[in-house]
């Protein structure tokens, strides 16, 4: 086996560092996604000519136990080396290889073949009590996991914040307006006397929300899951607007606004271009802002924007709009999925150039952070 590596000249290095975590996930390696974002920057650092390299820049970022190393070696071999592994259904650069271990039991994976006519043998993982699966991050979990968070995430309601109205509403003694008409109708009914004084109060209705969702290469282990959260949030209460960012801003409000789910999300990712691509999440706020925000989507509305702050553009321009940003709407709140990891610190610079002009810098991972950020957005 030479030291070259073929087929991967002009690929984006965050595009495959995403792509070969998918992988190693798919093995049963557990890899946070802070540990995906730094094997794409030792990708971009060493470059994609040579095997040796690559593979120490994975085991060293992507790698926490030892034991992992077996399982590292077979998914180094089949997606960097062995292109004939990839299975029809994945997209190049992805294949699921899963290493069986002593004790596990097994059971056909109804897919590959170990190149001597047998199925490849796989461990058989079931998903945790919906408690457990609350918390379990999107990025570790199986697709049976993943089906049954989202039908936990159908679950949660979003309620708006509310904001004061012009208009009043009947109020109680201790109110401050006085409501004439009712209170001159009470005295025509008896003869002329003011006896009851009827009060006015401020009424209020829902603020806007607006959810920004990143869908950049990135982001791919929780894009479409946060998707499904800006379903939720759509088609179940008005005055909410959803767009995703990455190269371009697209907004899904309409695609996402029927009761199916499937339907909606089908819908919503036809309509975006750009998915699993750059990041310019200056340049896509400032088209925001122009376009929408200023005009008056964003004015005294809650704005979330769904990101890891992994930003190519010029950090000076994001902070620029994001200043911009906080000036016009009532409250900004950022939803990180790499806050989750331990020890993360936001030193990205796109996430470093935007927090302060944050006022909620949440978790994005899991059902229940997801939960969390509904009561942030309702105040």
């Known amino acids: ?43 971009a650092a060493v470059g994609l000519g040579r095997r040796e390299p690559v593979y120490w820049a994975g085991r060293a970022t992507l790698l926490s136990r030892p034991e992992d190393t077996a399982a590292y070696d077979l998914a180094f071999e089949a997606f960097w080396l062995d292109r004939r592994r990839l299975r029809p259904g994945f997209p190049a650069g992805t294949v699921p290889v899963q290493v069986p271990r002593d004790g596990d039991d097994e059971r056909p994976s109804g897919g590959g073949d170990d190149g001597d006519g047998r199925a ?12 457990t699966l609350r918390t379990r991050d999107f990025a570790d979990c199986t697709a049976a996991e993943l ?3 989202r039908r936990l995430m159908a679950a949660v309601r979003l309620g708006g914040a509310q904001r004061a109205s012009r208009r009043r509403r009947r109020g109680r003694r201790r109110d401050r307006w006085p409501d004439l008409r009712r209170s001159l109708r009470h005295a025509l009914a008896d003869d002329g006397e003011l006896v009851l004084r009827e009060r006015l109060a401020r009424s209020t209705r829902p603020r806007r929300t607006v959810l ?3 869908v950049s290469g990135s982001m791919e282990p929780y894009a479409r899951e946060l998707l499904r959260f800006l379903h939720v949030a759509v088609a179940g209460r008005g005055q909410v607007e959803a ?8 907004r899904i409000t309409r695609e996402l606004g029927q009761h199916d789910p499937d339907a909606a999300l089908a819908q919503a990712a036809a309509a975006v271009r750009d998915w699993s691509g750059g990041t310019r999440l200056g340049d896509e706020l400032a088209e925001f802002l122009a376009d929408w ?39 900004v709140v950022w939803v990180n ?8 610190a936001p030193l990205a610079r796109g996430m470093a150039a935007a927090l302060p002009y944050v006022d909620e810098f949440l978790e994005g991972h899991s059902v229940a952070a997801l939960e969390q950020l509904a009561t942030v957005i309702a105040g």
């Open 243 to 250: 767009f995703t960012i990455g190269t371009r801003l697209t």
């Open 337 to 344: 999925p790499l806050k989750a990891t331990p020890g993360y």
């Open 212 to 214: 920004l969702c990143d």
């Open 293 to 331: 925000g200023v005009p008056g989507m964003a004015r005294g509305a809650v704005v979330v924007i769904l990101s890891d702050g992994w930003d190519r553009g010029d950090p000076e321009v994001l902070a620029r709009q994001m200043r911009r940003l906080a000036f016009l709407a009532h409250r």
């Open 1 to 43: 086996m030479g030291n070259s590596l073929d087929g991967f000249a002009g690929a984006q290095p965050e595009r495959l560092a995403v792509a070969f975590a998918t992988v190693l996930r798919r093995s049963g390696v557990r890899v946070p996604l802070a540990a995906t974002v730094t094997f794409g920057e030792a990708l």
């Open 120 to 131: 490849e043998r796989v461990p058989v993982i079931s998903y945790s009590h919906r408690e």
């Open 147 to 149: 089906a049954e968070a």
